[in-house]
T-cell receptor, first 115, second 112 residues
Framework: GAVVSQHPSRVICKSGTSVKIECRSLDFQATTMFWYRQFPKQSLMLMAT?????????EQGVEKDKFLINHASLTLSTLTVTSAHPEDSSFYICSAPGTAYNEQFFGPGTRLTVL | RKEVEQDPGPFNVPEGATVAFNCTYS??????FFWYRQDCRKEPKLLMS???SGNEDGRFTAQLNRASQYISLLIRDSKLSDSATYLCVVNFVSGGYNKLIFGAGTRLAVHP
């Protein structure tokens, strides 16, 4: 099946720094990608929909200036957490839709820890 | 009210047991329904889609009741490897996109 990769898999950073997470579709093109966040023992929450060549669509309550999304090519979307704070520590997962109806391929996730 | 609600568990069952998970969803416009499995610190993986007619995949049976907005998953003859968190997921179209809404998950622990 199709593969979605994320990099890095784990990152630890200091409060106030910015962290970039990459999501790549390895063997298919994705004009749309989705970014989720999951806190411990909670559900995956959709943060935003990344659109190749246009602005991302953010879910209600997600600060677009804090979570910068860039979908520069048909195989790459990036999420930058700007001025990270400890409360941003979470598991960030991206996904890309496949060609079949309702098909979704998830990346392995990035665990962010902000000290 | 959460869009997708599940009993968080944990369900602690012995090998060979039958266990059932329930889920309710609030958006009547939801179009597709799924059960995903998530292992600790991993991404979710699709277990099975859920259809109104009910569907079975080996030891797993899923049911959907649209009138009650209720979804279930039955696992028969539980294996140790079934230990994971089971996520109830609904899909609907919003803003031109298919969006997945996840429940918080039900944790299953199968013991020898």
């Amino acid at each position: 099946g199709a593969v979605v990769s994320q990099h890095p898999s784990r990152v630890i950073c200091k409060s106030g720094t910015s962290v970039k997470i990459e999501c790549r579709s390895l063997d298919f093109q994705a004009t749309t990608m989705f970014w989720y966040r999951q806190f411990p023992k909670q559900s995956l929450m959709l943060m935003a929909t990344s659109n190749e060549g246009s602005k991302a669509t953010y879910e209600q309550g997600v600060e677009k200036d804090k979570f910068l999304i860039n979908h520069a090519s048909l195989t790459l979307s990036t999420l930058t957490v700007t001025s990270a704070h400890p409360e941003d520590s979470s598991f960030y997962i991206c996904s890309a839709p496949g060609t079949a109806y309702n098909e979704q391929f998830f990346g392995p996730g990035t665990r962010l820890t902000v000290l | 009210r959460k869009e997708v609600e599940q009993d968080p568990g944990p369900f602690n069952v012995p090998e060979g047991a039958t266990v059932a998970f329930n889920c309710t969803y609030s958006n009547s416009a939801s179009q597709s329904f799924f059960w995903y499995r998530q292992d600790c610190r991993k991404e979710p993986k699709l277990l099975m889609s859920v259809y109104s007619s009910g569907n079975e995949d080996g030891r797993f049976t899923a049911q959907l009741n649209r009138a009650s907005q209720y979804i279930s998953l039955l696992i028969r003859d539980s294996k140790l490897s079934d230990s994971a968190t089971y996520l109830c997921v609904v899909n609907f179209v919003s803003g031109g996109y298919n969006k997945l809404i996840f429940g918080a998950g039900t944790r299953l622990a199968v013991h020898p």
